[in-house]
């Protein structure tokens, strides 16, 4: 079984690489879902020692059918990516019909190679999640990141189920989203995948002693000021646990 941790900060990545996770996906803005991080953070994620890199390209927020200039941009930050040395990229591009954006897509794989790709949860928002699948194999995409098209994978099991017994070894069959330490098991025993990424988050008060009460720099739905969220090395060991049989 393979871990990858879903993280948006350096300690992220180190909380991972000490709990024995196999790799990390780094993003940036975790409550849009996750979106580019910044080359220094790529840069400073690289140096840390013993786990693999993934880096989300994601340039907003929002559907995943991008214009000229944002698949541009795509691009641009898969080759920096690269020469950071990450060992991979995510991303995930559909047409508005609901298909697999396969032109683009194929466009940017060939910019991401040698690395490996996965298909993040784009896939989740496809019409038709067993022809995109053949898509994505099509494509040489090595993982697929799902929920089974569902708001957990709990709630998805029975197609995440499905898509694995499809994909064979021709694909990474890969769940995320809502995986904890009591429903690991299950998920693992179900599905038969041998993959799973999920976030490990708590929140943590701030270091600041001076606190501005009643002023924010977001918008009307916030996260408090002077908290942040975390990356918990004992919940990721919590769910790595669980995930073994017996």
Known sequence: MKFEICVDSCDGVRAARDAGADRVE????????GTTPSLGAIRKARTISGIGLHVIIRPRGGDFFYSADECEEMETDILAAKEQGADGVVFGLLLPDGRIDAERCRRLIEAAR?????????????????????????????????????ESVLEGLSLITSLNQQAGD??????????????IE????????????????????GRMR?????????????????ARSA????LISDVMRGAQPG
């Open 114 to 150: 040698p690395m490996v790709v996965t298909f993040h949860r784009a896939f989740d928002m496809a019409a038709d999640p067993f022809a995109a699948l053949e898509d994505l194999i099509a494509l040489g995409v090595e993982r697929l990141l799902t929920s089974g098209q569902e």
């Open 231 to 234: 990356t918990s090395s004992i």
């Open 186 to 205: 299950r998920i693992v025993r179900e599905s038969g995948v041998r993959e799973i990424h999920f976030a490990a988050l708590e929140v943590r008060e």
């Open 210 to 226: 001076f606190r501005r009460d009643g002023v924010f720099m977001g918008g009307a739905l916030r996260a408090p000021e002077y």
């Open 26 to 33: 780094l993003c940036a803005n975790l409550l849009e879902g």
């Open 170 to 183: 021709r694909i990474i069959v890969m769940p995320g989203g809502g995986i904890t330490p009591r429903n």
